[in-house]
């Protein structure tokens, strides 16, 4: 871990009389000493100071410190079990970061805050927060409390989405482009994509849900769950329109081709997975996946492990308790005009 950098604000009795209330005023804040956006050295120090400096101008103390990904659960777990225990254990980073702290405090009485820092941020947007440091600061400043759904597969925890085929593949190829040439993500995706598409591996699946859902020898490139249904709409693929309405989402590719994958998802993206003709989609709260192979390739809020087959998929509801941004307040309505001539 490094040096906390510390930023205090003194307290005023107004302050202190606000303490009954449920917005978080003290803040113990983890840097992923690993993820992409910190940097290194005076820029890791200057980051730090930073987000300090941010929640102090948000009326707040904090205290940051960049922690080490393969240390980041006990390092939360440690913070909140303390003798100065904060209001809230905010981990700064990527999805990945988030899953990460995740898993330590899913079940427990564990608050986390997420200040969104890596490079797509989805579950950060999808809970409200604003994507600027400053703005994400006040807004777990100001937040409040509440308890979201986490996904589950063979005990490890997701809060985006769990994927098998297509993306987990290439997710292991970006990797090892960006380890051996230095890529960021942006960059290494389109490649890693290339090589996976001309591969083109597919499965055969069996697929067994609650509800009586039932898929015998599925052959599919790519299996999509989500924490959570996507909102689309009938119109381009969004977020999720709740984080807390207990199901999976599930999406299955019936398609064997690579140009019929693509076709697949474009349309899922530009006109929603409704207009996807070829994508199965069922919101479950259970799910079973078996195969012939002993072992799955499986991708975890954009993280790649290798879990044993079969794979059994549950959500928790209401399992992990974060800050989130406060409700925006209705704005008052005029009262209706009259119908003068309705009243002659």
């Known amino acids: 871990m490094s040096e906390p950098v510390d930023a205090s604000v003194p307290e005023s009795p107004s302050d202190a009389d606000r303490r009954g209330d449920d917005r978080p005023r003290r803040f113990h804040v983890l840097v992923n000493g690993g993820a992409g956006s910190v940097g290194a050295g005076a820029e890791a120090d200057q980051q730090r100071a930073a987000i300090a400096a941010a929640f102090e101008a948000a009326g707040a103390e904090a205290t940051v410190e960049a922690v080490d990904p393969e240390d980041l659960p006990d390092a939360v777990a440690s913070i909140w079990s303390g003798p100065d225990r904060p209001e809230a254990v905010v981990v700064a980073g990527g999805d990945g970061t988030v899953n990460c702290a995740a898993g330590a405090a899913v079940g427990t009485d564990i608050v986390l805050g997420v200040l969104p820092l890596g490079t797509f941020d989805h579950f950060a947007k999808d809970l409200g927060m604003p994507t600027d440091l400053a703005g994400a600061a006040a807004a777990i400043v100001g937040g409040h409390e509440r308890a979201v759904d986490v996904g589950e597969v063979n005990g490890r925890v997701f809060v985006n989405n769990s994927a098998l085929g297509v993306y987990p593949e290439m997710v292991a190829v970006r990797d090892a482009i960006r380890e051996r040439r230095g890529w960021g993500k942006v960059r290494a995706v389109p490649v890693a994509a290339a090589r996976v598409l001309r591969a083109f591996p597919t499965h055969r699946l069996d697929l067994r849900g609650d509800d009586g859902y039932r898929r015998a020898r599925v052959r599919t490139p790519f ?115 009259p119908d003068v001539d309705a009243t002659r």
């Open 223 to 337: 299996v999509f769950v989500g924490n959570g249904t996507y909102d689309d709409g009938g119109a381009a693929l969004g977020g999720r329109g709740s984080l807390d309405d207990g199901r999976l989402g599930v999406y299955v590719a019936r398609v064997v081709s690579r140009w019929g994958l693509v076709r697949t998802v474009l349309r899922a993206v530009v006109s929603g997975t409704e207009a996807a003709r070829d994508l199965d989609r069922v919101e479950l709260r259970e799910l079973e996946v078996g195969g012939r192979s002993r072992r799955i390739r499986v991708a975890l809020d954009g993280e790649v492990v290798w879990l044993d087959a079969p794979l059994r998929y549950r959500t928790r509801p209401g399992a992990l308790r974060v800050v989130a941004p406060a409700p925006a307040a209705e704005e008052p309505t005029d009262p209706p005009v």
